[in-house]
């Protein structure tokens, strides 16, 4: 009877081993996935990022891309503390399997509040940097994100190519009587701008706001999504490494 008890724990345990070794392997493929979605979210015109007061939409990016780093050493970590059997690795590996979950938690709460006041702060920065920065001199980079904001989503202005009549940089001689920039027009070429009219621009109902906002919003999905996805893996992890430390013990003893 002794036997047969003991034999059934040693099945267990080996088919423990193997949903967690299978785990891991998914779990550190998972953690490429992850670090991979937190970059391109860094990348992916990365120059719109400062045009955002809030460092919100960066932070929960690198919390993600920490997260995916911890993810691949502790799946290699997972594999070695299975194929050891070492109940010290699985605790180790149970701890960080939880904090990556803190993290991706963390991040996804970042998002859902930058979502919540991301409209307000885009209206009440967006216009401000666009009249106040543009062709400024040290706002170099503040230059180049509007322009390629503005070619990239097909916009003109904040809220409407009106915006730009109230631009600092209109009264000034760099403007050479341009209406609006010339990453304005549908077509750019030099001194396009002195013609605002839409067969010649972008005049897209709610500006570039608009525009931003969708493009942010998109992407905060995917974090959101790539976030919830592997913390359901990891709720998994966890019932399996917990299973197999309570069957290694039990075999000891």
């Not at 920490?66 to 050891?84: E, H, K, N, Q, W």
């Not at 209406?179 to 549908?186: F, I, R, T």
């Not at 525009?211 to 998994?236: D, M, N, R, T, Y």
Request: glycine letters at 8%; hydrophobic letters at 45%.
């Amino acid at each position: 009877m002794a036997d047969a008890e003991e034999k059934n724990n040693t099945c267990g345990t080996v088919c423990l081993k193997y949903l967690l070794f299978i785990f891991n392997l998914f779990f550190w493929l998972a953690g490429g996935t992850v670090m991979a979605v937190g970059i391109w979210t860094l990348v992916d015109k990365s120059d719109y990022i400062s045009l955002l007061s809030s460092s919100t939409y960066s932070a929960a990016a690198f919390i993600l891309i920490g997260a995916g780093s911890v993810v691949v050493f502790t799946g290699i970590l997972g594999c070695c503390a299975t194929i050891r059997e070492q109940r010290g690795l699985l605790i180790v590996f149970f701890v960080l399997l939880l904090l990556i979950f803190l993290l991706e938690i963390t991040a996804g709460i970042l998002a859902y509040v930058y979502y919540q006041e991301l409209n307000a702060e885009l209206r009440a920065d967006l216009k401000e940097r666009m009249v106040q920065n543009y062709q400024q001199p040290g706002q170099e980079h503040i230059t180049r994100a509007i322009d390629k904001l503005q070619q990239d989503l097909k916009c003109c202005g904040s809220n409407s190519s009106a915006d730009w009549r109230e631009g600092v940089w209109i009264h000034t001689y760099i403007a050479d009587k341009r209406l609006v920039p010339d990453s304005c027009c549908k077509t750019p070429t030099k001194r396009c701008g002195v013609r605002d009219h839409p067969s010649n621009i972008y005049k897209v109902e709610g500006g570039c706001v608009s525009k931003l906002e969708e493009f942010i919003l998109q992407h905060l999905i995917i974090l959101g999504s790539v976030g919830l996805g592997i913390a359901f893996i990891q709720i998994i992890g966890m019932i399996f490494t917990c299973c197999l430390y309570h069957s290694l013990k039990e075999e000891i003893y």
